[in-house]
């Protein structure tokens, strides 16, 4: 089943408050280092904020620098079929497009 991938070109406290404040769940993933992005997915009843572009030393495949492991992800979105939803750095129009299809 395919779903949107929204996400956000833009990572700061301020971002993650002021979605917090929209009444967004932040997972601690956020902050992690090389979290470059953002992006929302609804988990249960809930939209949660999740940071893109971390490394995961696991993993070799993303064990890479953030641009190359954001630009893995969107791929991945993009073969399993996933709207893509880029919001450029517009947090407002983040705020609405996670409203929009998530509420």
């Known amino acids: 089943m395919s779903r949107p991938f929204i996400f956000l070109r833009e990572n700061t406290p301020e971002v993650q408050q002021r979605l917090a ?8 993933c956020a902050d992690f280092s090389g979290s470059i992005w953002l992006n929302g997915c609804l988990l249960g009843k809930d939209i949660h904020i999740h940071g893109v572009g971390y490394p995961d030393e696991t ?4 064990n890479q620098p953030s641009d190359v492991v954001v630009e893995r992800v969107l791929e ?6 996933n709207e893509i939803v880029d919001c450029g750095t517009d947090v407002d129009k983040f705020v609405t497009e996670l ?3 998530y509420i």
Not at 21 to 28: K, P, Q, S
């Open 99 to 101: 409203r929009r299809l």
């Open 59 to 62: 993993d070799d495949y993303w």
């Open 21 to 28: 404040d929209e009444g967004f769940d932040i997972c601690c």
């Open 76 to 81: 991945d979105e993009r073969e399993c079929g």
